[in-house]
């Protein structure tokens, strides 16, 4: 599985992604986990989600089917 890279990231983000690459199936399977454990949901999985910097998180994050973006 891999990770896509959206707009301009730091220099930083390559190490980030590489690191995400990595651990995905288990950073899924306990997502998929915690749904079931802590929530009671079941029948699903996570397919993927979006990764955005701290800093954005002050900013504005809009998101929809397609993806995420920072305003």
């Given at each position: 599985?891999?990770v896509?890279?959206?707009?301009?990231?730091?220099?930083?983000a390559?190490?980030?992604?590489?690191?995400?690459?990595?651990?995905?199936p288990?950073?899924?399977?306990s997502?998929n986990?915690?749904?079931?454990?802590?929530?009671?949901?079941?029948?699903?999985?996570?397919g993927?989600?979006?990764?955005?910097?701290?800093?954005?998180?002050?900013?504005?994050?809009?998101?929809?089917?397609?993806?995420?973006?920072?305003?």
């Amino acid at each position: 599985m891999s990770v896509e890279t959206v707009g301009s990231p730091p220099p930083e983000a390559d190490q980030v992604r590489s690191v995400l690459e990595q651990q995905l199936p288990d950073i899924i399977a306990s997502f998929n986990q915690v749904l079931r454990d802590q929530y009671g949901i079941s029948g699903i999985s996570v397919g993927g989600f979006t990764v955005v910097p701290e800093s954005a998180v002050a900013s504005k994050v809009t998101c929809d089917q397609d993806g995420c973006s920072i305003d």
